[in-house]
């Protein structure tokens, strides 16, 4: 690995990855600013560095790129309200994307922590940080993800149970497992229209009206594809609205309207690193 001559003593500094700085720092992400550095575009301390991995100082060392001054913002996390109708990607050449509603000056280097689908609103976390993001990602934390649905169908109690005992949503799959199931509200359509907000409801039948409708949440500590609408799906329910409200027990913050974001808080940011 390169160092900079100007910090012989590794044990007099602090030692961070030159691509590693620029790609937090928001200048872009971690396979761009390598490029930058390769193209000769980054300085530090005023000296042309073309090696990614060079180790430099972030809180003294100079670096700019294209002559302009780097200043380390070091690693950031957002909560974010994704609206229906975007989907969970950085660039989309046809749908908007969730990073489309942050100030231009901030997506770089940002990315989103898991997904929610195109027509699911709701609890998303972004970030530049990318073990946070592994912790809360990966199969073996079993992180759990809470979601209010709204769906034609009813749950009675044995439908509740099959979902907390495992239920097959696909062939060679294993039985997926909600950890928790709760209903909320049951009836018919034409009773409880008022309550679903019949605006973010997708697919109102023709003639619902005798259509016998649940809300309720479903806790999963998975992360299969359409999990939660398969999961209802299986015990007859078809999923009309679907909202997360909480990861890893961080609640969607109720302030935040559709497409609105805020930083987490230090005291936040802990308890997410479990």
Request: hydrophobic content about 35%.
């Amino acid at each position: 690995m390169l160092l900079l001559e100007e910090h012989v003593y590794a044990g007099m500094r602090n030692n961070m990855r030159l691509d590693k700085f620029l790609a937090e720092a928001a200048v872009g992400t971690r396979k761009i600013v390598r490029d930058y550095v390769e193209e000769g575009k980054v300085t530090v301390n005023h000296r042309e560095i073309m090696e990614p991995a060079s180790e430099i100082d972030e809180k003294s060392d100079v670096v700019r790129y294209l002559g302009k001054e780097i200043i380390y913002t070091g690693k950031i996390y957002y909560m974010f309200h994704k609206p229906r109708g975007c989907i969970t990607a950085r660039k989309d050449a046809i749908n908007p994307t969730v990073l489309d509603y942050f100030d231009v000056n901030k997506t770089n280097g940002l990315f989103p922590v898991g997904r929610l689908d195109k027509d699911t609103e709701g609890l998303l976390l972004l970030t530049n940080d990318g073990e946070f993001s592994h912790k809360l990602m990966h199969p073996d934390k079993h992180v759990e993800k809470t979601y209010f649905f709204w769906a034609f169908g009813s749950l009675d109690f044995d439908a509740r149970e099959y979902l907390k005992m495992g239920i097959s949503i696909g062939d060679d799959e294993v039985l997926a497992k909600a950890t928790k199931v709760e209903v909320t509200d049951e009836g018919n359509y034409q009773e409880l229209k008022s309550k679903m907000e019949s605006d973010k409801v997708k697919d109102i039948r023709i003639n619902p009206y005798r259509q016998s409708v649940v809300s309720g949440y479903l806790t999963i500590s998975e992360g299969r594809k359409h999990q939660v609408k398969r999961m209802l799906k299986a015990v007859g329910c078809y999923v009309v609205y679907l909202k997360r409200v909480s990861i890893a027990g961080l609640m969607l913050d109720d302030s935040l309207k559709e497409g609105q974001y805020r930083e987490l808080t230090e005291e936040e940011i802990r308890s997410l690193y479990i």
